[in-house]
C-alpha cells in the first residue's frame, strides 16, 4: 500500500506548503522511497505568476506552479497532468477606468483575476484525456488581456467547453470534480511508495473520496504540526456544512477540535533529516531502511 502524507497549510495564503513537499521529497528519495506528488486543484494568476504562465505557454500545457516546482525535485513516473488534475487560469480585465470589471460572474474575484480557462485531466485507456473550460467570447471581444493566440497554444490537444459564467463552470465541477480527481490519483498511488498530497490554500481535507491518509502535516512559516490522521479526516467532515464539497473546510473551523501530536521547527534553507522524519512519525515501512 501507499503511504499517503496530506499536508494542509494554516493560512490562506503563503503557508509554506509547496516548499514542504519540496523537502520532504528530498528526504524520502534520499530514505530510499520512490515518492510521486499530487496537486488535485490549483491555480494562478495571468498576470501576476507570467514567468510561469510564459513556461505553460512554451510547452502548451496549463500546470500549477507549485506542482512543476515539485516535480523539478525527482523523476516523476507520472504524467504532470495526472499529477496535477484540475487547474485555472485567472486573467485580468482589460479595464476603460481603474477597478473596473467585466459585467460577468466569472470576475467575481474583481477585474485582475477573471476566471479564463480551467482544465480538468484524467487517465483514460493509458493516455490522459484533458477538458477545457474556456471564457471564449471574454478572449474574442478583448475583455481580458490573454490573446487568442495564446488561449490557443494552453488548449491545444483538449476538449473545449465554452463558458460565460461562474455558474456554468460550478455546474460543471459539482458533476466533474470528484471522478476527475479521484481517477487521477489512482493512477498516481500507483507509482511510488509514497504520495505527497498538497492541498488547495487552507483547505482542510483536498477532496471528499480520499478515504484515509497515513500522515496529516499543518504547516505555517517555520512550523510542522503532525496531527493524527484519522480524528483529522472526522474532524474535516464534522465540520462540513449543507452540500459543499469537503474542500470548502478551512484548517481554521477545525483547529479547536484537534491537538496536535508532534511540532517540528524548521530553519529556512536546511533539509529534512531522516531524524525528522521519525519525529513527524512518519515511518514508511519500505525502501532501504527496511
Not at 52 to 81: I, W, Y
Not at 136 to 154: A, H, W
Request: charged share 25%; hydrophobic share 35%.
Amino acid at each position: 500500500m501507499t503511504y499517503r502524507v496530506l499536508i494542509v497549510g494554516m493560512n490562506p495564503f503563503d503557508s509554506g506548503k509547496t516548499e514542504l513537499s519540496v523537502l520532504l521529497v528530498r528526504a524520502l528519495t534520499q530514505a530510499g522511497h520512490s515518492v510521486e506528488y499530487f496537486k488535485p486543484v490549483s491555480g494562478h494568476n495571468y498576470w501576476l505568476q507570467h514567468e510561469h504562465t510564459r513556461r505553460c505557454l512554451e510547452q502548451g500545457m496549463l500546470l500549477s506552479r507549485d506542482a512543476a516546482r515539485v516535480r523539478e525535485e525527482f523523476k516523476p513516473r507520472t504524467n504532470a497532468l495526472l499529477s496535477n488534475p484540475i487547474h485555472t487560469l485567472y486573467v485580468p480585465a482589460r479595464t476603460s477606468k481603474p477597478l473596473k470589471a467585466p459585467a460577468n460572474t466569472l470576475a467575481l474575484a474583481g477585474w485582475s483575476s477573471v476566471l479564463v480557462m480551467q482544465r480538468f485531466s484524467r487517465p483514460m485507456s493509458g493516455k490522459v484525456d484533458s477538458t477545457m473550460l474556456v471564457a471564449e467570447r471574454l478572449v474574442e471581444e478583448e475583455d481580458v488581456i490573454l490573446t487568442y493566440e495564446d488561449l490557443g497554444r494552453l488548449s491545444h490537444d483538449t476538449s473545449v467547453i465554452e463558458v460565460d459564467s461562474l455558474e456554468s463552470v460550478q455546474t460543471y465541477e459539482k458533476e466533474h470534480f470528484e471522478t476527475t480527481v479521484k481517477e487521477s490519483f489512482r493512477e498516481v498511488e500507483k507509482q511510488a511508495d509514497a504520495v505527497i498530497i498538497e492541498g488547495f490554500n487552507d483547505s482542510a481535507w483536498p477532496f471528499d473520496q480520499l478515504d484515509s491518509v497515513d500522515s496529516v502535516l499543518v504547516t505555517g512559516p517555520g512550523h510542522v504540526y503532525a496531527y493524527d490522521p484519522e480524528k483529522f479526516r472526522r474532524a474535516s467532515f464534522m465540520m462540513n456544512r449543507g452540500d459543499l464539497p469537503i474542500r470548502e473546510v478551512t484548517f481554521s473551523r477545525v483547529v479547536d477540535l484537534l491537538r496536535p501530536k508532534r511540532l517540528l521547527r524548521l530553519r529556512p534553507g536546511t533539509d529534512l533529516e531522516e531524524s525528522n522524519l521519525r519525529e513527524l512519525d512518519l515511518i514508511l515501512h519500505t525502501g532501504k531502511n527496511d
